[in-house]
């Protein structure tokens, strides 16, 4: 008999990844239920379009679980899902571009609308502000701000996803800081 | 206001805002922030980034969750099968006397399921092209240090 882990939180990635490739199809939708918010934040964080941001998502977990029998277990499964849904984000942006060069202009219309201010709370307001600077920041320095503040990774885990050493993650985040913090002044 | 202090609990701030400190480094921050006003700064628009993370769609888990699986069932037979060719090729390589350098062989002849990151292919269009962007990539950890400390003096200072 097979436990659903909705009963069972306390299994680890890496005992629902030993499942997984056994086949058992609840370990992998726990693995889904886990990391589905943050890949998704990541998507959007490079590509602004809430359909684009899901495809990649889709394809970024199909890509993972194909590969999960030669998932090594020198990164958490969660780094090594962010840095394939980094890659895809990013091949998928640079199909777009290649079918309509008009395809980032485009990202920017959305972006401005999703982040309609709400005209009551001006804490919302300052947040929402402080989101669209932030989304002007250069790639590196956005996903490095988003990736520890958002979810929490380690400098080391944003340096895997990023491509980067710890070191240029750390640079990167306390740049972006000082960006914003001058820009919201 | 000790600088050291500062550097400390500017490293912090992103998990005291999420509420993941322990005792000790949450009463350090508590007490930090009310008194430099610098690290509060800072603490504000960590707290406004973290408030105004994008909301997640709430069938997007269902959705991913139901192409995975059947997509699975597929990936198990060709995993099965990998597992099924290499012990085949294995066999047949004994009964005719060739030696293999490793089981692993097998493995990479299956082409196109397995997924390896290529590093240093992730980013295509380099940040250092993006106007006012700076490449933090080819640095020495010493210069980074060194930038990272100069980076919180000036935000610390306030000279910008
Ligand atoms: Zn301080």
């Known amino acids: 008999m097979r436990k659903n882990e909705r009963e069972c939180p306390e299994l680890t990635d890496r005992e629902l990844i030993g499942r997984g490739v056994k086949g058992d199809e609840v370990a992998l939708g726990v693995l889904v239920r886990r990391h589905q918010a943050a890949a998704y934040r990541v998507a959007l964080s490079l590509m602004q379009g809430d359909d684009m941001a899901r495809d990649v998502v889709q394809d970024s977990f199909l890509k993972a679980f194909r590969a999960l029998d030669r998932f090594r277990g020198d990164a958490s499964f969660r780094t090594w899902l962010l840095t394939i849904t980094a890659n895809e984000a990013r091949g998928a942006l640079r199909r777009q571009a290649r079918r309509n060069e008009t395809a980032f202009e485009e990202a920017g219309v959305v972006r401005s609308e999703k982040m309609a201010p709400d005209e009551t709370a001006l804490v919302a307001l300052e947040a929402d502000r402080a989101r669209t600077m932030m989304e002007n920041l250069p790639e590196k320095q956005r996903l490095s701000l988003s990736l520890r503040i958002e979810e929490g990774l380690s400098f080391r885990e944003i340096g895997r996803v990023i491509g980067s050493s710890e070191g240029a993650a750390r640079a990167n985040y306390f740049h972006a800081i000082r960006r914003l913090r001058e820009l919201m002044k | ?160």
Not at chain 2, 19 to 48: K, P
């Open chain 2, 1 to 160: 206001m000790s600088s050291e202090n500062c550097a400390i609990v500017r490293e912090l701030i992103p998990e005291f805002v999420i509420n993941r400190l322990g005792e000790d480094e949450l009463g350090l921050v508590e007490s930090h922030i009310s008194d430099c006003f610098a690290c509060r700064e800072e603490f504000e628009l960590v707290e406004r980034i973290f408030a105004s993370r994008p909301e997640v769609p709430g069938n997007l888990e269902e959705s991913v969750t139901r192409v995975v699986i059947d997509d699975l069932k597929f990936s198990f037979y060709r995993w099965q099968w990998q597992a099924l060719s290499a012990a085949a090729i294995a066999a047949l390589a004994l009964g005719i006397g060739i030696s293999l350098d490793s089981p692993r062989n097998a493995a990479h002849n299956v082409p196109d399921f397995a997924y390896e990151v290529e590093e240093g292919d992730i980013w295509l269009t380099d940040d250092a092209l993006v106007a006012g962007a700076p490449s933090f990539d080819n640095l020495s950890d010493e210069t980074l240090a060194d930038l990272i400390e100069e980076l919180s003096v000036v935000t610390s200072g306030g000279t910008a």
